[in-house]
């Protein structure tokens, strides 16, 4: 669908035919007036061609040489160095290097610190569970027993007969 | 399109120049450069009114082209191919000098709301019979009207009027539709309709 602008350009460029320009030249709400506005445009066009010359390009061999000289001095110069036409590419692939490398570091690093991390050491809440008592009063069969894994890393505590878990359980 | 004023027909066409170029060959490029430095020159001087910065531009344009030649595949005409870099550098500049210069004076949507479609151009008040406008006064008066237009309009206009390229070699130029090649050059010439109107009616 063709906004009313590109019709209208198209109209005065005499770019539209047949159904088409009878339809538009139909939707014009003033003939005379869109006429007298095609009328202008056509001098606009006439008098843009007879008055824009740019000015006589006399240096032709010099801007010849000059330019020779320029892709030369550009050509010695490293590719790391040359201009934009290439910088586009060369960045892309920067990028791509540096996100890589990035990735790489992080991996090396988060293994390293995996590593590191202590996996006998007993943490918080275990410390906390085997400090805690069982009230006998309360519950008098109450059997406690813990299973613990070091190399998994995975401590169990299992409880029976409790009436109710301790208050000290409970994680903090 | 013609190119620089050559009387003969060149031997060698442009796509085999490019492929030339291509090669490693800068003698082919060379050729290139001298086919249509000419038009280059004079496009970019009618975008900035400038020789020096014509002439820069144009230098920086054929630069890009060499770096570039790799990647041109004839899809287009080594024409089109190369306004198309020449367009982007010099509405880059433009674009700069505007930034550093007045504001947003080229703002596209500053131009919508200023230009109703459908209104009648209507001719300046202070309106001068041509007899009375000295030539320098018209080169003058045109000049002002296009340094009013957005780079992009200016570029449509220039091309439409003065380098008379049809609708899908601008769009293929610019990187942009015909759509909005046609819609820019609607703005453009109805900006210059209402500027210049009084220069125009007399001729």
């Known amino acids: 669908m063709k906004t009313f602008e590109e019709k209208w350009t198209a109209w005065l460029d005499d770019q539209i035919s047949g159904q088409e320009l009878a339809d538009f030249e139909a939707s014009l709400p003033d003939k005379a007036v869109a006429a007298a506005e095609k009328k202008g445009a056509?001098?606009?066009?006439?008098?843009?061609?007879?008055?824009?010359?740019?000015?006589?390009?006399?240096n032709e061999e010099f801007f010849s040489h000059q330019l020779r000289e320029r892709i030369a001095r550009e050509e010695a110069l490293p590719s790391s160095e040359r201009g934009s036409g290439f910088s586009t590419w060369w960045t892309i692939r920067r990028l791509f290097w540096t996100?890589?490398?990035?990735?790489?570091?992080?991996?090396?690093?988060?293994?390293?610190?995996?590593?590191?991390?202590?996996?006998?050491?007993?943490?918080?809440?275990?410390?906390?569970?085997?400090?805690?008592?069982?009230?006998?009063?309360?519950?008098?069969?109450?059997?406690v027993t813990m299973f613990d894994s070091k190399e998994d890393?995975?401590?169990v505590l299992w409880t029976e007969g409790l009436k109710s878990l301790p208050s000290d359980y409970a994680a903090k | 399109m013609h190119t620089e004023a050559t009387p003969a027909q060149?031997?060698?066409?442009?796509?085999?120049?490019?492929?030339?170029?291509?090669?490693?060959?800068?003698?082919?490029?060379?050729?290139?450069?001298?086919?249509?430095?000419?038009?280059?020159f004079g496009m970019i001087y009618n975008m900035v009114h400038n020789e020096q910065d014509a002439w820069d531009l144009a230098q920086d344009s054929f630069v890009k082209a060499w770096k570039s030649i790799q990647r041109f595949r004839g899809q287009s005409s080594?024409?089109?191919?190369?306004?198309?870099?020449v367009m982007n550098v010099t509405i880059d500049f433009v674009r700069k000098k505007q930034v550093k210069g007045t504001g947003a004076e080229f703002d596209d949507a500053i131009q919508l709301k200023e230009i109703n479609p459908a209104a009648k151009t209507m001719p300046k008040p202070?309106?001068?019979?041509?007899?009375?406008?000295?030539?320098?006064?018209?080169?003058?008066?045109?000049?002002?009207?296009?340094?009013?237009?957005?780079?992009?309009?200016?570029?449509?206009?220039?091309?439409?009027?003065?380098?008379d390229m049809q609708y899908h070699e601008i769009a293929e130029t610019l990187?942009?539709?015909?759509?909005?090649?046609?819609?820019?050059?609607?703005?453009?010439?109805?900006?210059?309709?209402n500027l210049l109107k009084d220069v125009y009616e007399n001729i």
């Not at chain 1, 056509?42 to 843009?48: D, E, K, R, T, Y």
């Open chain 1, 42 to 58: 056509h001098q606009l066009g006439l008098l843009l061609k007879r008055e824009i010359i740019a000015p006589a390009f006399t």
């Open chain 1, 99 to 143: 996100g890589a490398t990035s990735m790489a570091l992080f991996l090396i690093c988060a293994v390293f610190v995996m590593r590191d991390k202590d996996p006998t050491e007993p943490s918080p809440y275990l410390s906390q569970i085997l400090t805690a008592r069982i009230d006998p009063t309360v519950s008098p069969n109450a059997t």
């Open chain 1, 153 to 155: 890393r995975v401590t």
């Open chain 2, 10 to 40: 060149p031997d060698v066409s442009d796509l085999e120049l490019v492929t030339k170029c291509q090669s490693g060959d800068s003698q082919a490029f060379d050729e290139l450069v001298t086919r249509y430095r000419t038009r280059v």
């Open chain 2, 78 to 85: 080594f024409y089109t191919w190369i306004y198309r870099i």
């Open chain 2, 126 to 163: 202070d309106a001068l019979p041509y007899e009375q406008l000295q030539q320098g006064e018209i080169k003058s008066r045109i000049d002002q009207a296009i340094t009013q237009l957005s780079p992009e309009h200016r570029a449509v206009i220039l091309m439409k009027e003065i380098e």
């Open chain 2, 175 to 193: 990187g942009c539709s015909i759509g909005t090649v046609m819609s820019r050059l609607f703005y453009a010439r109805k900006k210059l309709q």
